[in-house]
């Protein structure tokens, strides 16, 4: 895979974030400067779709780990869709899903940011 | 602890050695130095699932850890931490991973006069980064993300990764220090070449201020000679040994009588032979000194020495003479024809060339005397980046005689062996 890129949707309340490669080095780190951009534009609600990220590694959870500490220091919420089984794994036993649920689609993500307050 | 027979367990296990591993290739990649620590930051701080923490490196000198990377401190607090006398042994001491609330009583001090920094940083954990008992660094590592305690695993894993870091860290010291010394050396080695070229300089300069007519000779002799060793390729050391060569090949001149120098009329036999020692002089002047740069003694020996054999003092011929002789005494003659002497006025450029076209095969070797000729018609035609010939001579070079010179240089020369 290539350099790791990154797609951002923007909806009337929440942001997408869409991955693209690997997140095993400090090319990850434009996940966290994008949400802080958007947490100064007003938007409280964060989605992040791994679909094109197979890898993440422990530079990747550290960079995650920023993101949803951000975003809760902000008062608002994150939730990762689209994550191989065995990231799933590694955030679960890492504590990430403590803060930021993982949903299997898209959809679902949606249907959960839109329900919460 | 993580019980490894568990599936979670086995998976926890993974990630932790994936993490190693990943270390490692972080280590050893080509990435800068502020790449490497940080991205050893960033991967301890995501294999035990923390938010914040910062990588220090120990300055000895001042006594103080200096940030290198930190991550999940908002803004750029100022991150130094110090050390008093006591605490670097105490951390060199310490065990792998120190928890603070358990810190022994050896860094009770050092934490609570750090308290603001560490502080900021939220620091659970200090990771001494040591090499051979010695303090490199320090790494912190905040409270742990998902609540909770660190457990022996995730102590354990840290430790290792830090004896990871700590080489790395180490090397990196070490490289700077090397460097600093190279760049030290380097310095040094310029100013003694300074030295050294003005003390040549001051030697050519007493050579030639023997004689008002000879004045700037020397270095003249010098810009000429490097001219023709770089048109003719010659590697870096040669041409400098020609500068030098050029700059002290009458450096035997020393030992002549000032009266015959100057005399303006043709000298006696004994004057003559007096004159003639001059070489030989400087030789024997010359070789008694080691030199970095060719046998300059030989070059000051031979300048008199025509192709044909029919110079002075060896009566060498032909490719027996040193290249850099034949480019010294065509040059020195060169100078000596377009420069007034005592005993006669400068000639024009032209009639020098015209002048060393009838002695080439005799007097001068034909590949240095061409190779001259080239450099004059680049030098009169714009070609040349660093003219060194035409700006020296004291002649006005209009449009009608530029053509003339370079009809000059254009008509190739015939001399004995060539058909």
Same mark, same amino acid.
């Given at each position: 895979?290539g350099?790791?890129q990154?797609?951002?949707?923007f909806?009337?309340?929440f942001?997408?974030?869409?991955?693209?490669?690997?997140?095993?080095?400090l090319?990850?780190?434009?996940?966290?400067?994008? &949400?802080?951009?958007?947490l100064?534009?007003?938007?409280?609600?964060?989605?992040?779709n791994?679909?094109?990220?197979?890898?993440?590694n422990?530079?990747?959870?550290?960079?995650?780990i920023?993101?949803?500490?951000?975003?809760k220091?902000?008062?608002?919420?994150? &939730?990762?869709?689209?994550?191989?089984?065995?990231?799933?794994?590694?955030?679960?036993?890492m504590g990430?899903?403590?803060?930021?649920?993982?949903?299997?689609?898209i959809?679902?993500?949606?249907?959960?940011t839109?329900g919460?307050? | 602890?993580?019980?490894?027979?568990?599936?979670?367990?086995?998976?926890?296990?993974?990630?932790?050695?994936?993490?190693?591993?990943?270390?490692?290739?972080?280590?050893?990649?080509?990435?800068?130095?502020?790449?490497?620590?940080?991205s050893?930051?960033?991967?301890?701080?995501g294999?035990?699932?923390?938010?914040?923490?910062?990588?220090f490196?120990?300055?000895?000198?001042?006594?103080?850890?200096v940030?290198?990377?930190?991550?999940g401190?908002?803004?750029?607090?100022?991150?130094?931490?110090?050390?008093?006398?006591?605490?670097?042994?105490?951390?060199?001491?310490?065990?792998?991973v120190?928890?603070?609330?358990?810190?022994?009583?050896?860094?009770?001090?050092?934490?609570?006069?750090?308290g603001?920094?560490?502080?900021?940083?939220?620091?659970?954990?200090?990771?001494?980064?040591?090499?051979?008992?010695?303090?490199?660094?320090?790494?912190t590592v905040?409270?742990?993300?998902s609540?909770?305690?660190?457990?022996d695993?995730?102590?354990?894993?840290?430790?290792?990764?830090?004896?990871?870091l700590?080489?790395?860290?180490?090397?990196?010291?070490?490289?700077?220090?090397?460097q600093?010394?190279?760049?030290?050396?380097?310095?040094?080695?310029e100013?003694?070449?300074?030295?050294?070229n003005?003390?040549?300089?001051?030697?050519?300069?007493?050579?030639?201020?023997?004689?008002?007519?000879?004045?700037?000779?020397?270095?003249?002799?010098?810009?000429?000679?490097?001219?023709?060793?770089?048109?003719?390729?010659l590697p870096?050391?040669?041409?400098?040994?020609?500068?030098?060569?050029?700059?002290?090949?009458?450096?035997g001149?020393?030992?002549?009588?000032?009266?015959i120098?100057?005399k303006?009329?043709?000298?006696t036999?004994?004057?003559?032979?007096?004159m003639h020692?001059h070489?030989?002089?400087?030789f024997?002047?010359l070789?008694?000194?080691?030199?970095?740069?060719?046998?300059l003694?030989?070059?000051?020996r031979?300048?008199?020495?025509?192709v044909d054999g029919?110079?002075?003092?060896?009566?060498?011929?032909?490719?027996?003479?040193?290249?850099?002789?034949?480019?010294?005494?065509?040059?020195?003659?060169?100078d000596?024809?377009?420069?007034?002497?005592?005993?006669?006025?400068?000639?024009?450029l032209r009639?020098?060339l015209?002048e060393?076209?009838?002695?080439?095969?005799?007097?001068?070797d034909?590949?240095?005397?061409r190779t001259l000729?080239?450099?004059?018609?680049k030098?009169?035609?714009?070609r040349?980046?660093k003219p060194?010939?035409?700006?020296?001579?004291?002649?006005?070079f209009?449009?009608?005689r530029?053509?003339?010179?370079?009809?000059?240089?254009?008509?190739?020369f015939?001399?004995?062996?060539?058909?």
């Amino acid at each position: 895979m290539g350099q790791f890129q990154m797609d951002v949707k923007f909806d009337r309340d929440f942001v997408i974030f869409y991955t693209n490669g690997y997140i095993n080095d400090l090319g990850g780190e434009k996940i966290e400067r994008k &949400c802080e951009d958007i947490l100064r534009e007003g938007y409280r609600k964060v989605i992040v779709n791994f679909s094109e990220s197979p890898i993440i590694n422990s530079i990747g959870i550290s960079i995650l780990i920023g993101l949803i500490d951000r975003v809760k220091r902000a008062k608002g919420s994150v &939730c990762f869709t689209n994550l191989t089984l065995n990231n799933t794994e590694v955030f679960e036993f890492m504590g990430l899903t403590q803060y930021a649920p993982v949903f299997p689609n898209i959809e679902e993500a949606v249907r959960f940011t839109m329900g919460h307050a | 602890m993580i019980s490894p027979c568990s599936v979670a367990g086995v998976k926890k296990i993974m990630y932790a050695f994936s993490s190693l591993n990943d270390l490692g290739q972080v280590i050893t990649s080509n990435g800068s130095f502020a790449e490497v620590t940080k991205s050893g930051l960033y991967l301890m701080l995501g294999t035990v699932s923390a938010a914040q923490g910062a990588i220090f490196r120990y300055e000895e000198e001042h006594g103080r850890f200096v940030v290198l990377a930190h991550k999940g401190v908002d803004g750029a607090p100022h991150l130094g931490l110090s050390l008093y006398a006591g605490d670097a042994k105490a951390l060199v001491d310490a065990p792998g991973v120190v928890e603070n609330r358990r810190a022994s009583q050896a860094l009770t001090g050092f934490i609570s006069r750090n308290g603001d920094t560490l502080g900021a940083l939220q620091a659970a954990l200090l990771v001494p980064l040591r090499v051979g008992g010695n303090l490199v660094g320090l790494i912190t590592v905040g409270s742990r993300f998902s609540g909770g305690d660190y457990t022996d695993d995730d102590l354990q894993i840290l430790a290792m990764m830090s004896q990871q870091l700590s080489v790395g860290l180490s090397n990196h010291q070490l490289f700077q220090s090397l460097q600093k010394k190279a760049e030290e050396n380097r310095a040094l080695y310029e100013n003694l070449q300074d030295i050294y070229n003005d003390t040549v300089r001051a030697f050519a300069a007493a050579i030639d201020a023997k004689d008002r007519y000879t004045q700037g000779h020397s270095d003249r002799v010098a810009r000429y000679a490097v001219a023709i060793a770089e048109e003719l390729g010659l590697p870096q050391e040669e041409v400098e040994a020609l500068r030098l060569g050029g700059l002290l090949h009458d450096i035997g001149k020393i030992t002549v009588d000032t009266s015959i120098i100057r005399k303006d009329s043709v000298l006696t036999d004994r004057e003559l032979l007096e004159m003639h020692r001059h070489p030989t002089v400087g030789f024997d002047i010359l070789s008694k000194i080691n030199f970095p740069w060719g046998d300059l003694s030989a070059l000051t020996r031979h300048h008199h020495e025509k192709v044909d054999g029919k110079g002075y003092p060896d009566g060498i011929r032909g490719e027996d003479l040193l290249l850099g002789a034949r480019i010294i005494a065509l040059a020195d003659a060169f100078d000596a024809m377009t420069t007034d002497r005592p005993y006669r006025k400068q000639i024009s450029l032209r009639e020098t060339l015209r002048e060393i076209k009838r002695c080439v095969g005799t007097q001068f070797d034909p590949q240095v005397a061409r190779t001259l000729f080239q450099i004059i018609e680049k030098e009169l035609t714009g070609r040349s980046m660093k003219p060194a010939i035409i700006p020296s001579l004291r002649e006005n070079f209009d449009s009608q005689r530029i053509r003339e010179i370079l009809q000059e240089v254009h008509d190739d020369f015939c001399y004995p062996g060539i058909a």
